[in-house]
Protein backbone atom coordinates (compact mmCIF):
# COMPACT_ATOMS: atom_id res chain seq x y z
CA UNK A 1 0.00 0.00 0.00
CA UNK A 2 1.60 3.27 -1.05
CA UNK A 3 -0.79 5.16 2.10
CA UNK A 4 1.45 6.38 4.69
CA UNK A 5 -0.16 4.70 7.91
CA UNK A 6 -1.07 7.16 10.54
CA UNK A 7 0.64 6.72 13.52
CA UNK A 8 -1.30 6.46 16.50
CA UNK A 9 -0.55 5.44 20.19
CA UNK A 10 -2.62 3.75 22.13
CA UNK A 11 -1.67 1.75 25.76
CA UNK A 12 -3.33 1.17 29.01
CA UNK A 13 -3.21 -0.13 32.83
CA UNK A 14 -5.06 -1.89 34.89
CA UNK A 15 -6.79 0.35 38.17
CA UNK A 16 -5.48 -2.07 40.74
CA UNK A 17 -3.48 0.24 42.63
CA UNK A 18 -1.56 3.34 42.43
CA UNK A 19 1.64 3.31 39.64
CA UNK A 20 4.95 2.41 40.52
CA UNK A 21 8.34 3.24 38.68
CA UNK A 22 8.70 -0.23 37.37
CA UNK A 23 5.20 1.18 35.17
CA UNK A 24 7.18 4.64 34.62
CA UNK A 25 10.04 3.30 33.24
CA UNK A 26 8.61 0.30 31.20
CA UNK A 27 6.25 2.21 29.69
CA UNK A 28 5.05 5.71 30.84
CA UNK A 29 8.43 7.42 29.61
CA UNK A 30 7.78 5.75 26.14
CA UNK A 31 4.73 7.63 26.35
CA UNK A 32 6.14 10.94 26.99
CA UNK A 33 8.41 10.45 24.25
CA UNK A 34 5.72 9.73 21.97
CA UNK A 35 3.40 12.42 23.27
CA UNK A 36 6.20 15.40 22.27
CA UNK A 37 6.87 13.35 18.70
CA UNK A 38 5.08 15.54 16.57
CA UNK A 39 4.55 12.52 13.64
CA UNK A 40 1.90 10.83 16.01
CA UNK A 41 -1.39 11.76 14.67
CA UNK A 42 -3.04 10.95 18.31
CA UNK A 43 -2.02 9.64 21.26
CA UNK A 44 -4.50 6.90 23.35
CA UNK A 45 -4.03 6.09 27.25
CA UNK A 46 -6.54 4.25 29.14
CA UNK A 47 -7.34 3.38 32.39
CA UNK A 48 -8.61 -0.53 31.62
CA UNK A 49 -10.93 -0.55 34.87
CA UNK A 50 -13.20 -3.44 33.05
CA UNK A 51 -9.77 -5.61 32.36
CA UNK A 52 -9.13 -5.04 36.21
CA UNK A 53 -12.00 -6.32 37.03
CA UNK A 54 -11.62 -9.08 35.25
CA UNK A 55 -10.16 -10.93 38.33
CA UNK A 56 -10.94 -8.15 40.81
CA UNK A 57 -14.82 -8.23 40.37
CA UNK A 58 -15.57 -8.94 44.05
CA UNK A 59 -13.55 -5.86 45.04
CA UNK A 60 -15.09 -2.98 43.42
CA UNK A 61 -14.00 -0.29 45.41
CA UNK A 62 -10.32 -0.83 45.09
CA UNK A 63 -11.13 -0.54 41.18
CA UNK A 64 -12.79 2.31 41.79
CA UNK A 65 -10.29 4.45 43.94
CA UNK A 66 -7.42 3.47 41.91
CA UNK A 67 -8.84 4.85 38.46
CA UNK A 68 -8.75 8.24 39.83
CA UNK A 69 -5.12 7.35 41.40
CA UNK A 70 -3.80 6.13 38.14
CA UNK A 71 -5.36 9.35 36.45
CA UNK A 72 -3.58 11.55 38.91
CA UNK A 73 -0.16 9.23 38.44
CA UNK A 74 -0.55 10.11 34.75
CA UNK A 75 -0.99 13.81 34.90
CA UNK A 76 1.53 14.03 37.81
CA UNK A 77 4.10 12.22 35.68
CA UNK A 78 3.32 15.40 32.92
CA UNK A 79 0.81 13.14 30.59
CA UNK A 80 -0.15 16.46 29.18
CA UNK A 81 -3.91 16.64 28.49
CA UNK A 82 -3.88 18.75 25.61
CA UNK A 83 -1.58 15.85 23.54
CA UNK A 84 -2.93 12.86 25.11
CA UNK A 85 -6.65 11.78 25.39
CA UNK A 86 -6.62 9.98 28.61
CA UNK A 87 -10.29 7.54 29.34
CA UNK A 88 -11.58 4.86 31.20
CA UNK A 89 -12.21 1.73 29.44
CA UNK A 90 -15.52 0.70 31.16
CA UNK A 91 -17.10 4.19 29.50
CA UNK A 92 -16.18 3.43 25.91
CA UNK A 93 -19.16 0.56 25.08
CA UNK A 94 -17.66 0.46 21.68
CA UNK A 95 -14.74 -1.74 23.02
CA UNK A 96 -16.99 -4.17 24.32
CA UNK A 97 -19.28 -4.43 20.90
CA UNK A 98 -15.85 -5.23 19.13
CA UNK A 99 -14.76 -7.61 21.68
CA UNK A 100 -18.36 -9.72 20.86
CA UNK A 101 -17.11 -9.69 17.36
CA UNK A 102 -14.03 -10.72 18.03
CA UNK A 103 -15.10 -13.81 19.97
CA UNK A 104 -15.78 -15.42 16.90
CA UNK A 105 -12.14 -15.50 15.02
CA UNK A 106 -10.24 -16.54 18.70
CA UNK A 107 -10.80 -20.12 19.82
CA UNK A 108 -10.21 -21.58 23.11
CA UNK A 109 -7.28 -23.60 22.34
CA UNK A 110 -5.67 -20.12 21.24
CA UNK A 111 -5.99 -18.30 24.08
CA UNK A 112 -4.73 -21.21 25.94
CA UNK A 113 -1.61 -20.90 24.47
CA UNK A 114 -1.16 -17.33 25.29
CA UNK A 115 2.12 -17.32 27.64
CA UNK A 116 0.43 -14.35 29.72
CA UNK A 117 -2.81 -15.80 30.26
CA UNK A 118 -0.91 -19.23 31.03
CA UNK A 119 1.21 -17.48 33.70
CA UNK A 120 -1.85 -15.40 35.07
CA UNK A 121 -3.95 -18.73 35.60
CA UNK A 122 -1.03 -19.88 37.63
CA UNK A 123 -0.40 -16.85 39.64
CA UNK A 124 -4.06 -16.52 40.44
CA UNK A 125 -4.52 -20.31 41.19
CA UNK A 126 -7.46 -20.91 38.48
CA UNK A 127 -7.21 -24.62 38.11
CA UNK A 128 -8.54 -26.48 35.24
CA UNK A 129 -11.81 -25.28 33.62
CA UNK A 130 -12.49 -22.78 36.60
CA UNK A 131 -11.23 -19.82 34.87
CA UNK A 132 -14.13 -17.48 34.69
CA UNK A 133 -14.66 -16.66 30.90
CA UNK A 134 -14.44 -12.89 31.64
CA UNK A 135 -10.44 -13.26 32.66
CA UNK A 136 -9.94 -15.92 30.32
CA UNK A 137 -11.20 -13.90 27.23
CA UNK A 138 -9.25 -10.90 28.45
CA UNK A 139 -6.99 -10.83 25.39
CA UNK A 140 -9.51 -10.49 23.12
CA UNK A 141 -11.25 -7.48 24.87
CA UNK A 142 -7.58 -5.83 24.83
CA UNK A 143 -7.72 -6.48 21.11
CA UNK A 144 -10.66 -4.14 20.57
CA UNK A 145 -8.72 -2.07 23.01
CA UNK A 146 -5.86 -1.49 20.72
CA UNK A 147 -7.75 -2.04 17.26
CA UNK A 148 -10.78 0.33 17.99
CA UNK A 149 -8.03 3.23 17.90
CA UNK A 150 -6.22 1.72 14.93
CA UNK A 151 -3.35 2.16 17.09
CA UNK A 152 -0.02 1.33 14.97
CA UNK A 153 2.24 1.12 18.41
CA UNK A 154 1.59 0.15 22.12
CA UNK A 155 4.27 1.21 24.72
CA UNK A 156 3.51 -1.95 27.16
CA UNK A 157 6.05 -3.90 29.26
CA UNK A 158 7.74 -7.15 27.37
CA UNK A 159 5.36 -9.16 29.41
CA UNK A 160 2.79 -7.54 26.78
CA UNK A 161 3.98 -9.32 23.83
CA UNK A 162 1.95 -12.31 23.53
CA UNK A 163 -1.14 -9.59 23.63
CA UNK A 164 0.18 -7.78 20.90
CA UNK A 165 0.87 -11.48 18.48
CA UNK A 166 -3.00 -12.22 19.84
CA UNK A 167 -3.71 -9.32 18.30
CA UNK A 168 -2.30 -8.84 15.29
CA UNK A 169 -3.52 -12.54 14.59
CA UNK A 170 -7.03 -11.11 15.08
CA UNK A 171 -6.63 -8.00 13.10
CA UNK A 172 -5.19 -10.55 10.24
CA UNK A 173 -8.17 -12.82 11.07
CA UNK A 174 -10.96 -9.69 10.68
CA UNK A 175 -9.15 -8.30 7.50
CA UNK A 176 -8.83 -11.38 5.63
CA UNK A 177 -12.21 -13.22 6.47
CA UNK A 178 -14.12 -9.87 5.75
CA UNK A 179 -12.17 -8.91 2.70
CA UNK A 180 -11.52 -5.38 3.92
CA UNK A 181 -8.17 -3.86 5.10
CA UNK A 182 -10.36 -2.39 8.31
CA UNK A 183 -8.05 -3.15 11.13
CA UNK A 184 -4.52 -2.14 11.83
CA UNK A 185 -1.84 -4.32 13.38
CA UNK A 186 0.36 -2.92 16.14
CA UNK A 187 3.36 -3.14 17.22
CA UNK A 188 4.68 -2.95 20.90
CA UNK A 189 7.24 -0.18 21.87
CA UNK A 190 9.80 -1.45 23.91
CA UNK A 191 12.40 0.40 26.47
CA UNK A 192 15.84 0.85 24.79
CA UNK A 193 17.51 0.02 27.98
CA UNK A 194 17.93 -3.46 28.99
CA UNK A 195 17.07 -2.21 33.18
CA UNK A 196 13.88 -0.93 32.38
CA UNK A 197 12.51 -3.59 30.40
CA UNK A 198 12.05 -5.59 33.44
CA UNK A 199 12.66 -3.69 36.84
CA UNK A 200 12.84 -6.00 39.49
CA UNK A 201 11.16 -5.59 43.07
CA UNK A 202 13.29 -3.77 45.81
CA UNK A 203 13.90 -7.44 47.25
CA UNK A 204 15.19 -8.44 43.72
CA UNK A 205 12.10 -10.48 43.15
CA UNK A 206 11.51 -10.48 39.41
CA UNK A 207 8.61 -8.13 39.32
CA UNK A 208 7.49 -5.37 41.26
CA UNK A 209 4.34 -6.43 42.52
CA UNK A 210 2.04 -4.60 45.24
CA UNK A 211 1.16 -8.44 46.82
CA UNK A 212 5.04 -9.01 47.10
CA UNK A 213 5.44 -5.63 49.42
CA UNK A 214 8.57 -4.79 47.02
CA UNK A 215 7.52 -1.71 45.27
CA UNK A 216 8.18 1.98 44.76
CA UNK A 217 5.63 4.12 44.11
CA UNK A 218 5.42 7.62 42.46
CA UNK A 219 3.47 8.59 45.03
CA UNK A 220 5.86 7.32 47.61
CA UNK A 221 7.06 10.37 50.59
CA UNK A 222 10.46 10.93 50.84
CA UNK A 223 11.43 9.25 53.87
CA UNK A 224 9.12 5.73 52.72
CA UNK A 225 11.05 6.00 49.67
CA UNK A 226 14.26 6.31 52.22
CA UNK A 227 13.35 3.60 54.35
CA UNK A 228 12.41 1.45 51.14
CA UNK A 229 15.78 2.18 48.92
CA UNK A 230 18.21 1.87 52.59
CA UNK A 231 16.76 -2.04 52.99
CA UNK A 232 16.84 -2.87 48.97
CA UNK A 233 18.26 -6.06 48.04
CA UNK A 234 22.21 -6.16 46.91
CA UNK A 235 24.52 -8.87 46.41
CA UNK A 236 24.36 -11.62 49.46
CA UNK A 237 27.70 -11.91 49.00
CA UNK A 238 29.33 -8.24 49.28
CA UNK A 239 29.35 -8.88 53.41
CA UNK A 240 32.67 -6.57 54.29
CA UNK A 241 33.14 -3.29 53.01
CA UNK A 242 36.06 -4.51 51.55
CA UNK A 243 34.76 -7.61 49.70
CA UNK A 244 34.48 -7.37 45.94
CA UNK A 245 30.92 -6.95 45.16
CA UNK A 246 28.20 -8.19 41.94
CA UNK A 247 26.98 -5.57 39.78
CA UNK A 248 24.56 -8.00 38.11
CA UNK A 249 21.35 -8.85 39.25
CA UNK A 250 21.76 -6.06 42.14
CA UNK A 251 18.68 -4.23 42.72
CA UNK A 252 20.30 -1.28 43.32
CA UNK A 253 22.58 -0.93 40.36
CA UNK A 254 19.66 -2.32 38.55
CA UNK A 255 17.57 1.28 39.66
CA UNK A 256 20.66 3.32 38.84
CA UNK A 257 20.83 2.03 35.49
CA UNK A 258 17.43 2.41 35.21
CA UNK A 259 17.28 6.22 36.25
CA UNK A 260 20.81 7.97 36.32
CA UNK A 261 21.24 11.06 34.63
CA UNK A 262 23.96 12.78 33.06
CA UNK A 263 24.62 14.76 36.19
CA UNK A 264 23.55 13.19 39.05
CA UNK A 265 27.58 12.50 39.86
CA UNK A 266 28.50 16.26 39.44
CA UNK A 267 25.35 16.48 42.11
CA UNK A 268 25.18 13.99 44.58
CA UNK A 269 28.56 11.85 44.07
CA UNK A 270 31.31 13.98 42.74
CA UNK A 271 34.12 11.38 43.62
CA UNK A 272 33.00 9.42 40.82
CA UNK A 273 32.68 10.23 36.75
CA UNK A 274 29.94 8.17 36.02
CA UNK A 275 28.12 4.66 36.80
CA UNK A 276 30.94 2.62 34.99
CA UNK A 277 33.42 3.84 37.17
CA UNK A 278 31.18 3.37 40.50
CA UNK A 279 30.50 -0.43 39.16
CA UNK A 280 34.55 -0.57 38.83
CA UNK A 281 34.97 0.28 41.95
CA UNK A 282 32.47 -1.92 43.15
CA UNK A 283 33.53 -5.02 41.76
CA UNK A 284 36.83 -4.23 43.10
CA UNK A 285 35.98 -4.20 46.81
CA UNK A 286 35.84 -0.97 49.23
CA UNK A 287 32.58 0.46 48.42
CA UNK A 288 30.23 -0.37 50.69
CA UNK A 289 26.30 -0.79 49.94
CA UNK A 290 25.34 2.19 52.04
CA UNK A 291 27.43 5.05 50.35
CA UNK A 292 25.61 3.52 46.83
CA UNK A 293 22.24 3.25 48.66
CA UNK A 294 22.11 6.94 49.55
CA UNK A 295 23.55 7.63 46.35
CA UNK A 296 20.36 5.83 44.45
CA UNK A 297 18.14 7.62 47.15
CA UNK A 298 19.10 10.82 46.09
CA UNK A 299 18.73 10.19 42.15
CA UNK A 300 15.21 9.15 42.75
CA UNK A 301 13.93 11.50 45.31
CA UNK A 302 15.19 14.25 42.62
CA UNK A 303 12.81 12.30 39.93
CA UNK A 304 9.78 12.17 42.25
CA UNK A 305 9.76 15.50 43.90
CA UNK A 306 8.36 17.19 40.79
CA UNK A 307 5.60 14.52 40.43
CA UNK A 308 4.93 14.39 44.15
CA UNK A 309 4.30 18.05 43.73
CA UNK A 310 2.24 17.99 40.35
CA UNK A 311 0.25 15.37 42.70
CA UNK A 312 -0.63 17.54 45.18
CA UNK A 313 -2.12 20.35 42.92
CA UNK A 314 -4.15 17.90 41.23
CA UNK A 315 -5.24 15.77 44.34
CA UNK A 316 -6.47 19.35 45.64
CA UNK A 317 -8.04 19.80 42.35
CA UNK A 318 -10.21 16.70 41.91
CA UNK A 319 -12.60 18.10 39.54
CA UNK A 320 -9.39 19.24 36.91
CA UNK A 321 -8.71 15.59 36.90
CA UNK A 322 -12.39 14.50 36.17
CA UNK A 323 -12.27 17.05 33.31
CA UNK A 324 -9.50 15.72 31.48
CA UNK A 325 -10.98 11.94 31.47
CA UNK A 326 -14.37 13.53 30.43
CA UNK A 327 -12.85 15.26 27.36
CA UNK A 328 -10.49 11.90 27.04
CA UNK A 329 -13.23 9.47 27.35
CA UNK A 330 -15.60 11.56 25.04
CA UNK A 331 -12.54 11.57 22.08
CA UNK A 332 -12.18 8.23 22.64
CA UNK A 333 -15.64 7.52 22.44
CA UNK A 334 -15.78 9.49 19.12
CA UNK A 335 -12.66 7.55 17.22
CA UNK A 336 -13.53 3.76 19.04
CA UNK A 337 -17.04 4.80 16.81
CA UNK A 338 -15.96 5.10 13.67
CA UNK A 339 -13.72 1.70 14.00
CA UNK A 340 -17.43 0.43 15.14
CA UNK A 341 -18.59 1.77 12.05
CA UNK A 342 -15.96 0.22 9.61
CA UNK A 343 -16.16 -3.37 11.36
CA UNK A 344 -19.69 -3.53 11.17
CA UNK A 345 -19.94 -2.34 7.57
CA UNK A 346 -17.42 -4.92 6.63
CA UNK A 347 -19.30 -7.63 8.69
CA UNK A 348 -22.50 -6.56 6.55
CA UNK A 349 -24.07 -5.67 9.74
CA UNK A 350 -24.50 -2.22 9.18
CA UNK A 351 -28.33 -2.78 8.48
CA UNK A 352 -29.95 0.95 9.28
CA UNK A 353 -27.24 2.71 7.58
CA UNK A 354 -27.31 -0.10 4.21
CA UNK A 355 -31.00 0.40 4.41
CA UNK A 356 -30.88 4.37 3.89
CA UNK A 357 -28.66 3.63 1.08
CA UNK A 358 -30.58 1.35 -0.70
CA UNK A 359 -34.28 3.03 -0.08
CA UNK A 360 -33.24 6.75 -0.09
CA UNK A 361 -34.77 7.47 3.54
CA UNK A 362 -33.54 8.40 6.73
CA UNK A 363 -34.17 5.83 9.54
CA UNK A 364 -34.19 7.47 12.76
CA UNK A 365 -32.16 5.06 14.53
N1 LIG B 1 -2.91 -5.75 30.01
C1 LIG B 1 -2.32 -4.47 30.29
C2 LIG B 1 -1.53 -4.63 31.60
O1 LIG B 1 -1.81 -5.51 32.36
C3 LIG B 1 -3.32 -3.36 30.41
C4 LIG B 1 -4.06 -3.11 29.13
C5 LIG B 1 -5.39 -3.30 28.89
C6 LIG B 1 -3.51 -2.64 27.92
N2 LIG B 1 -5.70 -2.98 27.62
C7 LIG B 1 -4.58 -2.56 26.99
C8 LIG B 1 -2.22 -2.28 27.52
C9 LIG B 1 -4.36 -2.16 25.68
C10 LIG B 1 -2.04 -1.87 26.21
C11 LIG B 1 -3.09 -1.82 25.29
O2 LIG B 1 -0.67 -3.83 31.86
Request: with cysteine; proline share 5%; glycine share 6%.
Amino acid sequence: MAEQKKKIMLTGDRPTGRLHIGHYVGSLRQRLELQDDPSYEKIFVMIADAQALTDNFDDPEKVRESVFQVAVDYLSVGLDPAKTYMFIQSAVPQLHELTVYYMNLVTVSRVQRNPTVKQELKLRGFEGESVPVGFFTYPISQASDITAFKATIVPVGEDQEPMLEQTREIVRSFNRTYGKEVLVEPEIYLPSNEACLRLPGTDGQAKMSKSLGNTIYLSDDEETLRKKVMSMFTDPGHLRVDDPGKVEGNTVFTYLDAFVKPDSFEKYLPEYKDLDELKAHYRRGGLGDVKVKKFLFAVLNEFLTPIREKRAYYEAHPEEVIRVLTEGTQAARETAAETLADVKEAMRIDYFKGWAEQYGEEFDI
